[in-house]
């Protein structure tokens, strides 16, 4: 099996930050670390290791200054996700992290493939241990939590779809996945709850879902088109505008939303 040299680069996925209610504990609040332990990066040129070692920090920074390591889980997730495939519930009580793709061996080397799950993490246990994986869609990777913090959903790139999943206490289910068409990195509620958008990275668009309760609909005639390699989306706290960060354009496009 080929090792790392010094120089290579674990990756890291980007880092998520929530603030945890005084229901779990009055001072804590975690950021979730997605460490990809299957992707690296040489000098001579990116390459793929085997599964089973990819890892999920949680870091305690509670004291901003001092912020501290309180527990490693590992469970596969991975670099081909992020930044928006880790969120923690609007409560504290749970992390939950999507596996995008797992490593497929043909010969001696190794390819990415969708991989379905979605991690559910208990924070306010101690120490915080994984609860369960959901299955979800192919290739899970952008993940929204709306404000009341009972209704998750999660964009499927390979899938073509959104799946939503209700949460009642610690226990996340899936409730329905809507084809939109076309490939999904990143998925983001309004403020009221009632619409979220998703970002359609290959078609340069964004897309519309109405929801009603734990119902979600795709809206398909109400496509937005933006800028290309849309991945990042953002709902402004107003409700008024959807941004959208556009990869290798360095542009970014705000979208009035009616």
Same mark, same amino acid.
């Given at each position: 099996? /080929?090792?790392?040299?010094?120089?290579?680069?674990?990756?890291?996925?980007?880092?998520?930050?929530?603030?945890?209610?005084?229901?779990?504990? *009055?001072? /804590?609040?975690?950021?979730?670390?997605?460490?990809?332990?299957?992707?690296?990066? #040489?000098? #001579?040129?990116?390459?793929?290791?085997?599964?089973?070692?990819?890892?999920?920090?949680?870091?305690?920074?509670?004291?901003?200054?001092?912020?501290?390591?309180?527990?490693?889980?590992?469970?596969?997730?991975?670099?081909?996700?992020?930044? @928006?495939?880790?969120?923690?519930?609007?409560?504290?009580?749970?992390?939950?992290?999507?596996?995008?793709?797992?490593?497929?061996?043909?010969? $001696? %080397?190794?390819?990415?493939?969708?991989?379905?799950?979605?991690?559910?993490?208990?924070?306010?246990?101690?120490?915080?241990?994984?609860?369960?994986?959901?299955?979800?869609?192919?290739?899970?990777?952008?993940?929204?939590?709306?404000?009341?913090?009972?209704?998750?959903?999660?964009?499927?790139? *390979?899938?073509?779809?959104?799946?939503?999943?209700?949460?009642?206490?610690?226990?996340?289910?899936?409730?329905?996945?809507? =084809?939109?068409?076309? #490939?999904?990195?990143?998925?983001?509620?309004?403020?009221?709850?009632?619409? %979220?958008?998703?970002?359609?990275?290959?078609?340069?668009?964004?897309?519309?879902?109405?929801?009603?309760? $734990? =119902?979600?609909?795709?809206?398909?005639?109400?496509?937005?088109?933006?800028?290309?390699?849309?991945?990042?989306?953002?709902?402004?706290?107003?409700?008024?505008?959807?941004?959208?960060? =556009? @990869?290798?354009?360095?542009?970014?496009?705000? $979208?009035?939303?009616?």
């Amino acid at each position: 099996m /080929r090792r790392s040299s010094p120089s290579a680069i674990r990756v890291a996925t980007l880092l998520f930050l929530a603030l945890s209610s005084a229901a779990v504990a *009055e001072t /804590r609040a975690f950021i979730l670390v997605g460490l990809d332990g299957k992707t690296f990066f #040489e000098p #001579e040129g990116a390459w793929n290791g085997p599964n089973g070692h990819d890892a999920v920090g949680i870091i305690d920074v509670s004291d901003e200054a001092r912020p501290r390591l309180v527990h490693t889980l590992p469970f596969d997730n991975s670099v081909y996700g992020p930044p @928006t495939n880790l969120r923690i519930t609007p409560d504290g009580r749970l992390g939950l992290v999507a596996s995008s793709v797992l490593m497929r061996q043909e010969g $001696t %080397a190794r390819y990415a493939h969708a991989d379905d799950r979605l991690h559910v993490v208990d924070l306010a246990a101690n120490p915080p241990h994984l609860i369960e994986s959901v299955r979800v869609g192919l290739q899970p990777s952008g993940i929204a939590i709306n404000k009341a913090g009972d209704l998750v959903l999660v964009a499927n790139r *390979e899938g073509r779809s959104v799946t939503a999943l209700a949460i009642l206490d610690t226990v996340v289910r899936a409730v329905a996945t809507v =084809n939109v068409g076309d #490939e999904a990195a990143a998925v983001a509620f309004t403020p009221d709850g009632k619409r %979220a958008f998703i970002a359609k990275n290959k078609t340069a668009r964004i897309g519309v879902i109405a929801i009603d309760g $734990t =119902n979600v609909r795709y809206e398909r005639s109400l496509d937005i088109p933006v800028g290309p390699g849309v991945y990042g989306l953002a709902v402004t706290p107003d409700g008024m505008l959807a941004l959208t960060g =556009n @990869t290798g354009r360095s542009r970014a496009t705000a $979208t009035p939303i009616q």
